[in-house]
Nanobody
């Protein structure tokens, strides 16, 4: 069984920073792409940022210049440093990963709430 467990969400004022972390555990052979998605109330889930095993990153336009994704392949973790947060960043943030056990499968974390408000 594989689990993705997120941490680091919370309430922050506009202009503030938060760091989200996600740890993958279980019988993992390899992890390819890891990423962060978010879903605001009444809106579809959207990609925020992703990173390949070799470190190639991809960001949504809304995240460019403010968010930084990173990963530790030895620890099977991925993080999202979020700076200059805006109220429109308020959403549930989900960790996502393509993981190889007996075969490749896509996994989701349970989500962590990020609220940007004064």
């Amino acid at each position: 069984q594989v689990q993705l467990v997120e941490s680091g969400g919370g309430l922050v004022q506009p202009g503030g920073s938060l760091r989200l972390s996600c740890a993958a555990s279980g019988s993992i052979v390899s992890i390819n792409v890891m990423g962060w998605y978010r879903q605001a109330p009444g809106k579809p889930r959207e990609l925020v940022a992703s990173i390949t095993k070799s470190g190639i990153t991809n960001y949504a336009d809304s995240a460019k210049g403010r968010f930084t994704i990173s990963r530790d392949n030895a620890k099977n973790t991925v993080s999202l440093q979020m700076n200059s947060l805006k109220p429109e960043d308020t959403a549930v943030y989900y960790c996502n990963a393509d993981i190889l056990r007996r075969s490749w499968f896509n996994y989701w974390g349970q989500g962590t709430q990020v609220t940007v408000s004064s």
